[in-house]
């Protein structure tokens, strides 16, 4: 069933979610009569292109694409026992108080936040081809500017952003330029964003002659964790040569190395570390698989975990309670787990009966509960719920 976007409607856990205040700034509520007042939101569609963390005082935020609005809307839950209500802010490209849209920005969202509850997120201003960013206080005040413009005679950059944040707490985003067709980082110093290439990429020069060369395509799926070394660690597809790629570095450094080349794979690569071990979980785009590779950078095992048919996309890998890991089921259109079991993994269906589920998957840990989120297609808002 469609729920009508009321005023801060306090639904419960596993259900349909994504329900807010119509003013940028709000309150946690607790009114659940719906229909109360007349949302302007209502009938929006919500919950693309999702980014889900934990706020310090252990409440969930998400940060989405609002597809009606063209816009970048942020939202923070509370959890009650089998309830949560969600709070919705305005962040970057709503219509103003004369209805003019400025323009189409929040694709690509990618989600930070601090120690002290100052919020980042890294997203593509569409309009103008930018990587942009948008910063919230702890007392709710947002900012935004561009971060990085890319390379490219015309601004074309912003796709796959990924945000995270180093031992200072300054953010560092990754995102491909497909301007120049390369994967660039931009550092925050402090007042503003530098952008430059991590990865350049090589274009794919077939033995046989016959056979057409491909451009070099370098960066797409990009994901990007700071480990607990301190070291920056970037997953991302390289189309050209259909594999995936992990570079590793230190600020402006970057080494580069091919984790799996086995057909055409590495879509969708999420990455965790757990006990100075990098997982990541990726799709393996010719058989429709999800597949794992574990280790250290230089040495990695890869293994298929799921061979159903249409598998894998949209992974989110988590280091709690063993290496977890949600996906699409694409055949079904289901939001599936895989999780650790006796030196193997099982696999359930954790929600897909009543919609279309498991698009842009997310995982976080609250409390000792690992929550997921993603987009549901046919209520075209958010699903969260509990593993």
């Known amino acids: 069933m469609r729920l009508a976007l009321s005023p801060c409607l306090t639904l419960p856990v596993l259900a349909l979610v994504m329900t807010g205040c119509n003013h940028t700034k709000t309150t946690d509520q607790t009114d659940s009569t719906p229909g109360s007042d007349v949302d302007p939101y209502e009938g929006h569609d919500l919950g693309s292109w999702l980014s889900m963390k934990a706020l310090p005082e252990g409440k969930p935020a998400i940060a989405y694409y609002d597809r009606t609005s063209d816009a970048l809307g942020y939202a923070v839950g509370t959890v009650a026992g089998t309830t949560v209500t969600w709070a919705r802010e305005n962040v970057d490209s709503y219509p103003d108080d004369n209805g003019l849209n400025p323009g189409d920005a929040g694709k690509y969202a990618s989600m930070a936040v601090a120690a002290d509850g100052t919020t980042w997120i890294a997203y593509q201003d569409t309009t103008n081809g930018t990587l942009k960013y948008a910063t919230r206080t702890s007392g709710g005040e947002w900012t935004t500017g561009v971060a990085d413009s890319g390379g490219g005679a015309h601004s074309d950059a912003g796709y796959w952003a990924s945000i995270a944040l180093d031992a200072s707490n300054n953010p560092v985003i990754s995102h ?9 980082v931009a550092r925050w110093n402090g007042s503003t964003f530098t952008g430059d290439i991590a990865v350049e990429g090589s274009p794919y020069v077939p033995a046989d002659t016959a056979t057409a060369s491909i451009d070099a395509q370098t960066g797409e799926y990009s994901k990007l964790l700071i ?11 390289d189309r050209a040569h259909t594999a995936l790629m992990l570079a590793t570095g230190s600020g402006s450094s970057w ?133």
């Not at 890998?317 to 890991?325: D, E, K, P």
Request: with cysteine.
């Open 176 to 184: 491909f330029d497909a301007g120049k067709q390369n994967l660039r």
């Open 255 to 387: 080494s580069v190395e091919t984790v799996d080349d086995s057909g055409d794979v590495g879509q969708w690569p999420d990455l965790a570390m757990d006990g100075g071990t990098l997982y990541i979980s990726y799709q393996d785009v010719g058989n429709q698989d999800l597949k794992l590779a574990q280790g250290t950078p230089g040495s990695f095992t890869t293994s298929t975990l799921d061979s159903a048919d249409m598998i894998g996309a949209d992974s989110a890998i988590i280091a709690s309670g063993g290496v977890q890991i949600v996906y699409q089921d694409a055949r079904h259109n289901d939001i599936m787990q895989a999780k650790p079991s006796s030196g193997s993994y099982t696999y359930a269906k954790l929600n897909g009966d009543a919609g279309a589920l498991g698009f842009f998957n997310e995982l976080i840990t609250i409390g000792g509960t690992t929550y997921a989120a993603c987009y549901d297609y046919t209520a075209r808002s958010v699903w969260f719920g509990s593993l």
């Open 227 to 237: 480990g607990t070394d301190g070291k920056e660690y970037l997953a991302f597809y």
